[in-house]
T-cell receptor, first 110, second 116 residues
Framework: NAGVTQTPKFRILKIGQSMTLQCTQD?????MYWYRQDPGMGLKLIYY???????DKGEVPNGYNVSRSTTEDFPLRLELAAPSQTSVYFC?????????FGPGTRLTVT | AQKVTQAQTEISVVEKEDVTLDCVYE???????LFWYKQPPSGELVFLIR??????QNEISGRYSWNFQKSTSSFNFTITASQVVDSAVYFC?????????????FGAGTRLFVKA
């Protein structure tokens, strides 16, 4: 099992650009999550999904969109990137209450 | 509303010392789950433990132990005989009841430095 994989690992965006952060899990977990971690801070939930076709907002959803067309994939879309979105983004999946985290994507918006 | 407080921002110890990381939580639910995660300098997040609100038994895993006390809404983490490899940021997290544990809230983290 590869677990939770995320691409890319690093990215620099210019203000106003868009991009998609990819997340894939091969553990057949129903629940998937996107978090962001700002420097020196804990994680904040952006969006989550309880299964294919079902998504919902977390604590900080503004400026992001998600989709869940399959159990395996949970991409996070940034539209019109802003400097406030500079962060490390973690995708996670879980069968129940635990969390299996991906390695993270470090995004810088300048 | 749920909240997790890790009052210790940074802790520095010398190798072989014992160290306790504090976690205090707030929730209105009677069913909830508590977690600890480790984030080493490499940046990944490592799941350490999950505890549900109905299980107040303390847990020990090697040099790690956890003390869950509902009366004080605390879920503290102790590392016995700390090692340099324990240097990391440790996060406590809370997930309220219902199915799925969707909105897990993380504390701000405690950065532990273990010096040789």
């Amino acid at each position: 099992n590869a677990g939770v994989t995320q691409t890319p690992k690093f990215r620099i965006l210019k203000i106003g650009q868009s991009m998609t952060l990819q997340c894939t899990q091969d553990m057949n977990h129903n629940y998937m999550y996107w978090y962001r971690q700002d420097p020196g801070m804990g994680l904040k939930l952006i969006y989550y999904s309880v299964g294919a076709g079902i998504t919902d907002k977390g604590e900080v959803p503004n400026g992001y969109n998600v989709s869940r067309s399959t159990t395996e994939d949970f991409p996070l879309r940034l539209e019109l990137a802003a400097p406030s979105q500079t962060s490390v983004y973690f995708c996670a999946s879980s069968p129940d209450r635990g969390r299996y985290f991906g390695p993270g994507t470090r995004l810088t918006v300048t | 509303a749920q909240k997790v407080t890790q009052a210790q921002t940074e802790i520095s110890v010398v190798e072989k010392e014992d160290v306790t990381l504090d976690c205090v939580y707030e929730t209105r639910d009677t069913t909830y789950y508590l977690f600890w995660y480790k984030q080493p300098p490499s940046g990944e997040l490592v799941f350490l433990i999950r505890r549900n609100s109905f299980d107040e038994q303390n847990e020990i895993s090697g040099r790690y132990s956890w003390n869950f006390q509902k009366s004080t809404s605390s879920f503290n983490f102790t590392i016995t005989a700390s090692q340099v490899v324990d240097s990391a940021v440790y996060f406590c997290a809370l997930s309220e009841g219902g199915t799925g544990g969707f909105k897990t809230i993380f504390g701000a983290g405690t950065r532990l430095f273990v010096k040789a």
